[in-house]
T-cell receptor, first 117, second 112 residues
Framework: DTGVSQDPRHKITKRGQNVTFRCDPI?????LYWYRQTLGQGPEFLTY????????KSRLLSDRFSAERPKGSFSTLEIQRTEQGDSAMYLC???????????????FGNGTRLTVT | GQQVMQIPQYQHVQEGEDFTTYCNSS?????IQWYKQRPGGHPVFLIQ?????EVKKQKRLTFQFGEAKKNSSLHITATQTTDVGTYFC????????????FGTGTKLQVIP
């Protein structure tokens, strides 16, 4: 178990540029989540996948955000035409769900800190 | 929509004092999880509670799930400097798939 890996750790970009983040979950985990966290706040749900299927996307998420998990393994989160308000820590988490009624513990990566100037 | 609130938002305690954070949901939760986030770190899973009135202990930490499954608490006995961090409760969104909604968090500072 090598844990959840996220790349890059830090990203500084100018407003209007596109950015893409990558997440490699724990290998045997079938669920992958993306969260956004700003200073002093709890993680805010963005979207999640079960295997390669994107099952839910936050209604708060604008169309500039898109996520993929093409082979049910790693995932990418793309933000198009970045805005200063997108500056935050983007956290990826994975979990192993075997069909029970309770959600499984989330294992988080170290996050990608995005700064939009 | 569902909201998960935690109180207090901040807590400073002297090392050795006890600490409690409370989590309240606007809807009934099927289960609740607790996470700890150290300064500069990422959330780390601590425990999950699923039964009404359930109490679980981890060394100096005691977790409780309310009878109505709408509230939960985390109590730390005799805090240590290693307890510093932000504690989040998290629960599933009512209905739908397993989106996990995090509470607002309680930031604990322990003064040596």
């Amino acid at each position: 178990d090598t844990g959840v890996s996220q790349d890059p750790r830090h990203k500084i970009t100018k407003r209007g540029q596109n950015v893409t983040f990558r997440c490699d979950p724990i290998s045997e985990h079938n669920r992958l989540y993306w969260y956004r966290q700003t200073l002093g706040q709890g993680p805010e749900f963005l979207t999640y996948f079960q295997n390669e299927a994107q099952l839910e996307k936050s209604r708060l998420l604008s169309d500039r955000f898109s996520a993929e998990r093409p082979k049910g393994s790693f995932s990418t989160l793309e933000i198009q035409r970045t805005e200063q308000g997108d500056s935050a820590m983007y956290l990826c988490a994975s979990s192993s769900w075997t069909g029970g009624r309770y959600n499984s513990p989330l294992h988080f990566g170290n996050g990608t800190r995005l700064t939009v100037t | 929509g569902q909201q998960v609130m935690q109180i207090p938002q901040y807590q400073h305690v002297q090392e050795g004092e006890d600490f409690t954070t409370y989590c309240n949901s606007s809807t009934t939760l099927s289960n609740i999880q607790w996470y700890k986030q150290r300064p500069g770190g990422h959330p780390v899973f601590l425990i999950q509670l699923v039964k009404s009135g359930e109490v679980k202990k981890q060394k100096r930490l005691t977790f409780q799930f309310g009878e109505a499954k709408k509230n939960s608490s985390l109590h730390i006995t005799a805090t240590q400097t290693t307890d510093v961090g932000t504690y989040f409760c998290a629960g599933p969104r009512s209905g739908g798939y397993q989106k996990v909604t995090f509470g607002t968090g309680t930031k604990l500072q322990v003064i040596p």
